[in-house]
C-alpha cells in the first residue's frame, strides 16, 4: 500500500508468485535475476517458472530432450507452413512467429495434451483392480478409433520416439521418475499391435506425453511445453523464408491451380 494506492487494491489486482519487480530488482519465483543469468539451463529456467523450484540435473536433462525432440517436423507441418506463408506478406518476424502458434490447436500441437490424458485414465483404470494391459484395453474402447500419441502419417516408425523412450527407461532405472505413465504408454502399443493388422508405434507426441507426465506436469502443460518446443522451429523457419525475400508465397506453386468443385 502507498499514498498512491492506500488500500492495496491496484497493486493486488495483478498480484503474482510469479515475478516481482521493483526500481533496481528483479526476481522471478523468488530468486533474483543475476544470479540466474549464467547459471541456469533454459529448461530449468522453464521448470522454475513453472513450478516455482529448480529441478535437479537429471529432471533438466530429461525435459531438454523433450524439448529438443519436438522443435521440427519441417513445412508439412502447417504451423511451419503457415509461419512462413505469413512471413512473405510483410509482416514482422514475431508476427509470423504467432500465426505459427496460433494454429497450434487440438488437432495440430494437442496430441501430446490429449496423450497425458489417456495415459491417465489406464492408470486410473489400472487402480481399479484391472492388469495394465486389460486397463489399456478397455479405455482405448472406450475412445475414437484415432488415439493420441500412436501412429504417423509420414513415418512408420517416428524415428524421435525410441530415442526419447531410451532416456525415460534411464531415468526409471536411475530413480529419477516412476515409470508408471511409462508402463501404460506401452501397454497401450502392445494392445494396438494385437488389434491391426499391423503395428501403430508410439509417436514423438506419446514419448514426449510420457516425459512431461513422468516429470509431474499437468496435461495442459504438455501443450504449452510443446508450443514451446515447436516456436524454435517456427522462427527458424520463418527467418529463412524471410531472408530468401519472396512476396506473398501463397499454399502451393502459382503453376498449380487448386481443383474447382462444380
Not at 75 to 81: E, Y
Request: proline share 7%; charged share 20%.
Amino acid at each position: 500500500m502507498s499514498d498512491v494506492d492506500p488500500t492495496g487494491e491496484v497493486a493486488g489486482w495483478w498480484a503474482t508468485a510469479v515475478s516481482r519487480m521493483e526500481p533496481g530488482v528483479i526476481e522471478l519465483r523468488g530468486r533474483p535475476v543475476q544470479d540466474l543469468i549464467g547459471t541456469t539451463s533454459l529448461s530449468s529456467m522453464i521448470w522454475l517458472m513453472l513450478r516455482g523450484e529448480t529441478p535437479d540435473p537429471a529432471q533438466a536433462a530429461l525435459l531438454e530432450a523433450a524439448l529438443v525432440s519436438a522443435v521440427d517436423h519441417g513445412p508439412q507441418a502447417p504451423s511451419i507452413a503457415i509461419a512462413r506463408m505469413a512471413a512473405t506478406c510483410g509482416v514482422g518476424l514475431n508476427n509470423a512467429m504467432a500465426t505459427g502458434v496460433n494454429s497450434l490447436g487440438d488437432s495440430h500441437g494437442g496430441a501430446g495434451e490429449q496423450c497425458v490424458e489417456l495415459l491417465t485414465d489406464v492408470l486410473a483404470t489400472e487402480a481399479g483392480g484391472l492388469d495394465i494391459e486389460a486397463a489399456a484395453g478397455r479405455v482405448i474402447a472406450s475412445r475414437p478409433r484415432y488415439l493420441p500419441g500412436y501412429g504417423h502419417r509420414f513415418h512408420p516408425v517416428d524415428p524421435r520416439s525410441g530415442p526419447l523412450l531410451s532416456l525415460v527407461d534411464a531415468a526409471v532405472a536411475d530413480g529419477v521418475v516412476a515409470g508408471d505413465h511409462l508402463r501404460a504408454g506401452r501397454a497401450v502399443e502392445t494392445v494396438l499391435g494385437r488389434e491391426r493388422s499391423r503395428p501403430v508405434p508410439m509417436n514423438i507426441d506419446g514419448a514426449t506425453a510420457i516425459v512431461y507426465a513422468e516429470l509431474g506436469f499437468p496435461a495442459p502443460l504438455a501443450r504449452g511445453l510443446f508450443v514451446l518446443s515447436r516456436s524454435i522451429g517456427i522462427l527458424a523457419h520463418a527467418w529463412e523464408e524471410m531472408e530468401q525475400g519472396r512476396r506473398n508465397k501463397g499454399p502451393i506453386p502459382r503453376s498449380i491451380l487448386p481443383a474447382h468443385i462444380a
